[in-house]
Structure formats: structure tokens, C-alpha cells
């Protein structure tokens, strides 16, 4: 199983980034998927999580109002788009699997490699 998360990248404040990661090796569309984010020299944080069926999504207090998750389960893939882009959004930004629906790193079932985000002031 591999999760690919691509579309990171560096963007003013106020801007706006689409991240997406695929699944390979396995189908997913029954379980949800999450985003989580690193900021440096902290710890993994959730950012967001959406049900297999696209029926709910959750979000972290600090993205709500600006990011939007979505996911295609014919393609196997999750998006996360980014609006209004702050500095503090810095971070290296991961998509993962679990077989629950929770907001704690160590419930993870797969991780993707990460790709970057750098929110410039």
C-alpha cells in the first residue's frame, strides 16, 4: 500500500493550495482518510478527515472555514483545498488510512510521505 500526497509548495499569504494524495495497492472508499500536518520543531497535528462515503468531514479549529477535504474513490484519492493561506499553515502536510474514525496519529493505519507547504508573510 502506498499513499502518494503531491501539491505542496511555497505560496504568499492569502493564497491558495490543492494537495492531493492517491492510493495505490489497495482500495480505500469505505474508510476514511485524514490529513495531519507537521509544523517544525512540533508535534503531528490533525487537520481534517473525511468518512468513505464523503458523508461527513471534520476539521481542525484552525482550518475550519478555509480548507475543504473531498475525496474520489474512483480514483482512490483525497484532496485538501487550501484558502486564505496563513504563515502559522506552514507545515509538511500528510494524508493517512484508518479503519476508525478518530483524530489520533497513533489510530493510523498507513501514512503517505508528506509533501510541503510554506506560507510566506
Known amino acids: 500500500v502506498q499513499l502518494q500526497a503531491s501539491g505542496g509548495g511555497l505560496v504568499q499569504a492569502g493564497g491558495c493550495l490543492r494537495l492531493?494524495?492517491?492510493?495505490?495497492?489497495?482500495?480505500?472508499?469505505?474508510?476514511?482518510m485524514y490529513w495531519f500536518r507537521q509544523a517544525p520543531g512540533k508535534e503531528r497535528e490533525f487537520v481534517a478527515k473525511?468518512?468513505?462515503?464523503?458523508?461527513?468531514?471534520d476539521y481542525a479549529d484552525s482550518v475550519k472555514g478555509r480548507f475543504t477535504i473531498s475525496r474520489d474513490n474512483a480514483k482512490n484519492t483525497v484532496y485538501l483545498q487550501m484558502n486564505s493561506l496563513k504563515p502559522e499553515d506552514t507545515a509538511v502536510y500528510y494524508c493517512?488510512?484508518?479503519?476508525?474514525?478518530?483524530?489520533?496519529?497513533?489510530?493510523?493505519?498507513?501514512w503517505g510521505k508528506g509533501t510541503l507547504v510554506t506560507v510566506s508573510s
Open positions: 473525511i468518512a468513505g462515503g464523503s458523508s461527513s468531514t
Open positions: 492531493s494524495c492517491a492510493a495505490s495497492g489497495r482500495t480505500f472508499s469505505s474508510y476514511p
Open positions: 493517512a488510512v484508518a479503519s476508525r474514525w478518530t483524530t489520533t496519529t497513533r489510530n493510523m493505519d498507513y
